[in-house]
Each structure stands twice: as structure tokens, then as C-alpha cells.
Nanobody, 124 residues
Framework: QVQLVESGGGSVQAGGSLRLSCAAY????????RAWFRQAPGKEREGVAR???????FYADSVKGRFTISQDNAKNTLYLEMNALEPEDTAMYYC??????????????????WGQGTQVTVSS
């Protein structure tokens, strides 16, 4: 059974930075897609960034140039580096994973495992 444990959320002023971490525990296969999602009050859950086992990364237009997704395979840990944060980035952030050779979209239903969520609050 795979378990995802998130950390790194908090409060920051506009223009600041945060680094989120997601540690993965349990069995794993070589082919996977891992992603970060976020959900703000009154809004749908949306994909932020996703990455394949071989390091191919994809980003939502709203965060391109500001956020970077990365991973440490030895530690089975996923990261999201967030820079130039804006109040609009305020949301609960979730990591997710699916064991698949494909990583085609940000559809939440495509991911089998989810973290508990970590709150990010950006103030002006």
C-alpha cells in the first residue's frame, strides 16, 4: 500500500517562496506519474505540475516560470518549489501518484494515491 506524506506548507507574503515535499512509502513500480494539485475555497481541484519517472515535467499555465517540480528518487520524495507567490496561489496543496507509463493530463481521477494536503497561504 502506497502512502504519501506531505510537508512544507505555511504562510508567506506575496513575492515569497515555499518548498513543498511529498514522501512516498510502500511498494512502487518503475513507471509512475506524480503530481501536485491544489484546491482553493470555492474552486475545483486543479493540477499544478506533474512529472514522470524519467523526469519529464509538465506545468499549468498559471504557474509556469514560477513553480518547479522535482524528485529525489533515492528518497522517494517529490518536491514543489514555489517562487514569486501570489495571493491567488493560496490553496490546499495535494500530491498524487499513479503507477502508469502514461502521464497525459491533470485529471484527478487518473491518480490512485493522494496525500493529506498541506495549506499554503499567501498574503498581500
Amino acid at each position: 500500500q502506497v502512502q504519501l506524506v506531505e510537508s512544507g506548507g505555511g504562510s508567506v507574503q506575496a513575492g515569497g517562496s515555499l518548498r513543498l515535499s511529498c514522501a512516498a512509502y510502500g511498494f512502487a513500480y518503475s513507471n509512475y506519474c506524480r503530481a501536485w494539485f491544489r484546491q482553493a475555497p470555492g474552486k475545483e481541484r486543479e493540477g499544478v505540475a506533474r512529472i514522470t519517472a524519467d523526469g519529464r515535467a509538465f506545468y499549468a499555465d498559471s504557474v509556469k516560470g514560477r513553480f518547479t517540480i522535482s524528485q529525489d528518487n533515492a528518497k522517494n520524495t517529490l518536491y514543489l518549489e514555489m517562487n514569486a507567490l501570489e495571493p491567488e496561489d493560496t490553496a490546499m496543496y495535494y500530491c498524487a501518484e499513479v503507477f502508469s507509463v502514461y502521464c497525459p493530463s491533470f485529471a484527478p481521477g487518473a491518480f490512485d494515491y493522494w496525500g493529506q494536503g498541506t495549506q499554503v497561504t499567501v498574503s498581500s
